[in-house]
């Protein structure tokens, strides 16, 4: 029915977007090889970074050198593995790297169907501060903590909190009935992905029904609020720019 009436969940507005999987369209982006890869969120849409859905075929791979983008890599689904600074790490579901500019990098999948969200940007130099070291590293071990003291909603914080990033990359989960404590109106921007569950996310003076495998983009200073609903917790993994003077 939805392709009889044209119906979806997606809307695109000029301070937030959501995008929805039923209209995920492929593009042909350099360096993937034998992928799918879908470009949720770009500056095209008013971004300053930019968010891929990646699945890769059994001998799916991406390479060439970050020059001045950062990647940050998830796995959803399936398991691959990246080379960067000559060191190999092994990748599954659940896990994620960290890669920093200016590195030669080699990532390839181990199994059919591979699935990555992917978040990219323009890294901001600081002075006095090298650009970070590649990161690697598995959701399981990073504890959740309750955020703001609620432990209902705990938030997993996947990379170092240290000056030298210039964005943060983190895991919130919800159970049923739990919520942000307030609506958040702040500078950073956000990209995310729905991982399990459902609610309902406010953004700006809208509410929509979100389920796994949404994405939405949050542009700077957009209200912001999120319901867990329905039997089971909700998770959703975020980006955000951080650590950089708002003048710059």
């Not at 964005?167 to 990209?191: D, K, W």
Request: proline fraction near 7%; charge should be neutral.
């Amino acid at each position: 029915m939805s392709e009889l009436f044209g119906f979806s969940r997606t809307v695109v507005k000029e301070r937030y977007a959501l995008i929805t999987p039923d209209g995920f369209v492929p593009s042909l982006v350099p360096g993937w090889k034998n992928a799918v890869v879908v470009v949720n969120i770009s500056p095209v849409i008013g971004a300053r970074f930019a968010q891929l859905h990646v699945t890769l075929a059994a001998d799916g791979a991406c390479e060439g050198n970050t020059g001045k983008r950062e990647l940050f890599i998830y796995v959803i689904e399936g398991s691959a593995s990246v080379l960067v600074s000559e060191k190999r790490h092994r990748l599954e579901a659940g896990s994620y790297a960290y890669i920093p500019p200016g590195k030669d990098m080699q990532l390839k999948s181990s199994a059919a169907n591979t699935r990555l969200v992917v978040f990219e940007k323009i890294y901001q130099p600081l002075a006095g501060q090298h650009a970070p070291a590649a990161v690697s590293g598995h959701e399981r071990e990073i504890k959740g903590e309750p955020f703001l003291g609620n432990n209902d909603a705990r938030l997993q914080v996947l990379l170092p909190d240290n000056p030298q990033f210039d964005l943060a990359v983190n895991i919130f989960t919800y159970q049923p009935g739990a919520t942000l404590p307030f609506v958040e109106t702040h500078i950073m921007e956000h990209g995310l992905l729905m991982l399990k569950g459902q609610g309902v996310y406010r953004l700006d003076a809208d509410h929509h029904p979100v389920k796994a495998g949404d994405v939405i983009w949050m542009a700077s200073y957009c209200p912001q609020w999120f319901v867990a609903m329905g039997k089971t917790p909700a998770s959703y993994i975020y980006y955000k720019d951080v650590n950089r003077d708002p003048l710059a």
